[in-house]
Each structure stands twice: as C-alpha cells, then as structure tokens.
C-alpha cells in the first residue's frame, strides 16, 4: 500500500511559536486529510486537502499533489493545540475503495 | 452539525468473549468504515462498507471480524472472540462517496482481559 511519512515525530513550542509539519506520501492520492487527535483520543477533521490550499483560522495547509507532499501550518499556537497530528491519505487505484492510509503521526506539546 | 456517534465509549471484556461495537453515521452518508489504534500506534484501515456489503477488508479483518448494517441507522463491528491484542480504539467514520472526507466517531475504548 501507500506508504505516508510525517515529520518531525515529535515538536514541542512556546506559546505563540509557529510551526510547519510534513507529510509525504509514496503515491498519487485522490484524498488527503489532516486530523488532530486530542488528549481524549478522537479524530477531528482539521482539512480535507488532495490539492492546493486553504485555511481556517490559525491553520492552514498546503498540497502539492505532483510532488506528492502537504504541509500543515500552525501559527501563534496554543495550549490546546497540543496532542497529535495525523495525515492521511486515499490512493489513487480502485482497488483500494476509500481506505486512509495514515502517518504515524506528528506529537505537538505546546508549552504555556 | 452532523456527527457520528459511537457506543460505547469503553467497553472492558474477558478474552474469548464477543463484543458489539456500535456506530450511527451521518444520516446522508452511504460509505462507511471501520479502523482501529493500538495504543501509541497509528491508526489502521479495518473495512470500508457500502450498499450493504463490504467493499475491502484489510489483512487485520480476519474471520473473527463481522460488520453489519442492521437498520437504516446503525452499523456495527463484532468481535467473535477476541484476543489480548484486540485491544485497542475503533474509530468509525462515513463518508458521502469514495473519495471524499472521512468524518470520524469519538471511538470506542476496547480493553480485553
């Protein structure tokens, strides 16, 4: 299958500090999301992004699908960003009819 | 906004013993799916579900593993007789097609004795 690589594993900020994490994938995608699983465990939907970019509020995300790469965008983080970012990806090929592959994930402590 | 709920949220059980995990979906949605987080792991791929039958199952999804849409609303995953190793949080999650965003349930906290 697909093989999904997120950097850094591990990245702890100061309040207010920006950061940028990677996704790279192995394959063309038809879907790419990015989650945020909180300290209680769930899954929030942060952006649903095969292509280009869009924000919301202090994100932002980035896919450039040819290059086979997205970026998620943090600025002026909080306390409550803390927790762990996945990315996840939906290959191209039939066979694999709606399966997200996920990164093993990005864990994001900020501190106060 | 629409969500998917799942119950329970924590479910403790004795190895051997079958379990029922519960899922409603979104109402509008016609693809579902099942994946599972093995503690400090990533989350992986179960089964993907539509039109009343399964449409891929990982290699994880063995004989032990059922799913089923008993109603217009739910959706279900059973564990036959699980196993230590079942442990884990099951995610469900919906979508309107291939393809299109994933919305994800809270989880269930599975713990098996």
């Known amino acids: 299958g697909i093989q999904v690589e997120q950097s850094p594993p591990d990245l702890i900020l100061q309040e207010g500090a920006n950061s940028t994490l990677r996704c790279n994938f192995s394959?063309?995608?038809?879907?790419l999301q990015w989650f945020h699983q909180n300290p209680w465990g769930q899954l929030i939907n942060l952006f649903y992004?095969?292509?280009g970019t869009k924000q919301n509020g202090r994100l932002s995300a980035t896919t450039v699908a040819t290059e086979r790469y997205s970026l998620l965008y943090i600025s002026s983080s909080q306390t409550t960003d803390s927790g762990v970012y996945f990315c996840?990806?939906?290959?191209?090929?039939?066979?694999?009819?709606?399966?997200?592959?996920f990164g093993r994930g990005t864990q994001l402590t900020v501190w106060p | 906004e629409p969500e998917v709920t799942q119950t329970p949220s924590h479910q403790v059980t004795q190895m051997g013993q079958e379990v029922i995990l519960r899922c409603v979906p979104i109402?509008?949605?016609?693809?579902f799916y099942w994946y599972r987080q093995i503690l400090g792991q990533k989350v992986e791929f179960l089964v993907s579900?539509?039109?009343?039958?399964?449409?891929?199952k990982s290699e994880i999804f063995d004989d032990q593993f059922s799913v089923e849409r008993p109603d217009g609303s739910n959706f279900t995953l059973k564990i036959r007789s699980t196993k230590l190793e079942d442990s884990a949080m099951y995610f469900c999650?919906?979508?309107?097609?291939?393809?299109?965003?994933?919305?994800f349930g809270p989880g269930t906290r599975l713990t098996v004795l």
């Open positions: 579900f539509y039109n009343n039958e399964i449409s891929e």
């Open positions: 996840a990806v939906e290959d191209t090929r039939g066979s694999t009819l709606g399966r997200l592959y």
């Open positions: 992004i095969p292509s």
């Open positions: 394959d063309s995608v038809n879907n």
């Open positions: 109402s509008n949605h016609l693809y």
């Open positions: 999650a919906s979508s309107v097609g291939w393809n299109n965003e994933q919305f």
